[in-house]
């Protein structure tokens, strides 16, 4: 008896280890191929496309695997569609998938409170709730703060933190603390960090290398300065050819130059 006991046992938790890899293969499979059509869609800032991936990845959500890690894209995905609906001029979509980025964000710290990229998130979507809550701005700041110190002390050689903060700077009156000059020391240091920073494994976020090349150059073409700015656009599709942010945002600000 012991010795079917024993051998039920052993079977049972063979069975429970090979059922447990093909979750975690399914997982990962699932969740590279979600990562690349989100990549995708917010290159182009494809609303449907955006709204697809979503579901994408409320479809992972029922591995219950990582569940952290999914609630991080998926509001990853809301502050994206809250930008376009910024776009559209559509307030009460904006105020809808910011509300909804920032509970999928604290979902994710929750769990794994020792995950910068979320807090580098909050700190990006906490900006949107200043064009519907004029009158929490000292919240809004004290949130942002909150969530920038947090991402500071988990990871100061995030290069996607400073890429995030080198934005707000840049479009922070200089007399509020801001300003372009000030922007591109954060900028260029988010470019240097890109180049050592590595991945913990391929689910995690990858974002923003040519935004930070992008932006530098954006610097330069604040400051007139033709030659540098095309150098650094030419950084940035050297490191993502065909890059949305830089043909569709970033070359146009070049041309007027011209």
């Known amino acids: 008896m012991n010795k079917i006991t024993l051998s039920a046992i052993v079977m049972l938790l063979f069975a429970f280890l090979v059922i447990e890899n093909a979750k975690a293969d399914d997982y990962t499979d699932a969740m590279t191929k979600a990562m690349k059509k989100m990549g995708e869609a917010a290159d182009k800032n494809d609303k449907a496309a955006l709204l697809k991936s979503r579901g994408d990845f409320e479809r992972i959500l029922q591995l219950k695997k990582n569940e952290w890690m999914v609630n991080y894209y998926l509001g990853f995905v809301d502050y994206m569609l809250s930008r376009t609906a910024v776009e559209e001029k559509n307030n009460d979509d904006m105020k809808k998938y910011t509300e909804s980025a920032l509970s999928l964000l604290d979902k994710a710290t929750d769990v794994k409170d020792d995950f910068a990229d979320a807090y580098i998130m909050k700190m990006a979507v906490q900006g949107n709730r200043w064009q519907y809550e004029p009158d929490k701005m000292n919240d809004i700041i004290a949130k942002t703060q909150e969530a920038k110190d947090k991402a500071m002390k988990l990871e100061p050689e995030n290069p996607r933190y400073y890429l995030v903060d080198g934005y707000m700077t840049f479009y922070t009156p200089e007399s509020f603390g801001g300003g372009v000059d000030k922007a591109q020391g954060m900028f ?25 090349a992008g932006m530098i150059a954006m610097c330069f073409i604040k400051n007139d300065k ?3 700015a095309k150098k650094w656009i030419d950084a940035a599709l050297e490191v993502k050819p065909g890059s949305g942010f ?13």
């Open 226 to 228: 033709k030659e540098e």
């Open 246 to 258: 830089i043909t569709g945002f970033v070359m146009p600000e070049y041309e007027k130059m011209k």
């Open 188 to 212: 260029e240091k988010s470019w240097g960090y890109f180049k050592t920073y590595k991945l913990k494994d391929e689910t995690y976020p990858n974002w923003g290398n040519d935004q930070a």
